[in-house]
């Protein structure tokens, strides 16, 4: 931290130094070479008079308040009289200082959640096809994610995933996630690859995911599920809902994941649908009920999202059109 030399005769100024050992004093003129993001402390007449941006502490005498507030409304962290200092300044400091950077944390969200979203796959076109999504986290990022490719000139992978937890460390896992692909050239081999990661790696976090190929060729969807729930849905045609339960753990429990290998066919204006948990919140009743009702939504139009959600919300859908 530093502490500005003030520019007018203070008369309570050895004495707040001598509170404040290991600060480092600098002049008004070396500011420009002082680190930007370092908390400042400051006489106020000179924060009024020079306006940084900086984060700083304002000291006044007793009956300078209007400058006080003047210098609050321009964003001091705290104001302090000169005769007056905490008692422990030292360990005010700190706690202003950690506070301040919670809110600068906080500031940068909706840049990190607009970067996040950049890592989103773009459209792609596959014959036949289309490959719709929805997203939506509860807060500014999401521990949900979704992400598809194509593996060849005819199959495309794709998996949709739900990290436990929310806020910046489920995001994180999920940004990780955007960042690997691999080699894989089945569901089954790139869920076992991201476990065997999450193991490694010892990350106190579990992931649920979908994960499928597509030959728009054959029009065979091959796909595994790893603990997700709810289970994929597959829209076949004129033909009732058919619900693709399993059973498996979730990514990041255990190194011995046994994950089976499913598949089915996709016939015309057909829909393989799979959605996070945070979904289900959209309907009322127990688990088993909101299922129900998402199933019917979804058979009959697309799903209608309330307006405030308290859990993230993604949904992949794999549609053949011709």
């Not at 089945?186 to 076992?192: D, F, G, Q, T």
């Not at 597509?214 to 597959?234: C, K």
């Not at 799903?303 to 959600?309: G, L």
Request: charged residues 20%.
């Amino acid at each position: 931290m530093y502490f500005i030399q003030p520019s007018r005769t203070v008369s309570h100024l050895d004495f707040v130094l001598k509170a404040l050992p290991g600060i480092t004093v600098v002049l008004i003129e070396d500011l420009d070479q002082c680190d930007p993001n370092v908390v400042r402390i400051s006489d106020v007449h000179d924060f009024l008079k020079y306006q940084w941006q900086s984060p700083t502490v304002v000291v006044a005498f007793e009956h300078e308040g209007s400058a006080l507030a003047e210098a609050w409304q321009l964003g001091a962290l705290a104001g302090w009289i000169w005769h007056k200092i905490p008692k422990q300044p030292l360990e005010q400091l700190s706690q202003i200082n950690a506070q301040y950077k919670r809110n600068q944390d906080s500031r940068d969200l909706p840049t990190a959640a607009i970067l996040q979203k950049k890592l989103l796959p773009d459209a792609i076109d596959i014959p036949s096809y289309a490959i719709n999504a929805f997203f939506k986290p509860s807060a500014y990022l999401s521990g949900d994610w979704y992400d598809y490719w194509k593996i060849s000139d005819k199959e495309v992978i794709f998996y949709l995933a739900d990290v436990s937890g929310h806020g910046v460390a489920s995001s994180l896992l999920t940004s990780w996630m955007a960042a690997f692909h691999g080699s894989s050239k089945r569901p089954r081999e790139l869920i076992k690859k991201l476990n065997g990661m999450l193991i490694q790696e010892d990350i106190e976090k579990h992931i649920t995911m979908i994960s499928g190929v597509l030959n728009f060729e054959t029009h065979t969807l091959r796909w595994s599920s790893a603990g997700h729930y709810p289970p994929a849905i597959l829209f076949n045609g004129t033909n009732q809902p058919t619900v693709l339960n399993t059973s498996s753990f979730a990514l990041g429990l255990t190194e011995d994941l046994d994950i089976e290998e499913f598949e089915c066919v996709l016939s015309k204006n057909s829909r393989f649908i799979v959605c996070s948990d945070g979904v289900l919140e959209a309907f009322e009743g127990g688990v088993n009920e909101q299922f129900k009702q998402l199933v019917k939504q979804l058979e009959y139009g697309d799903f209608i999202a309330p307006d405030h959600v308290v859990d993230d919300m993604a949904i992949l859908s794999i549609i053949r059109e011709k």
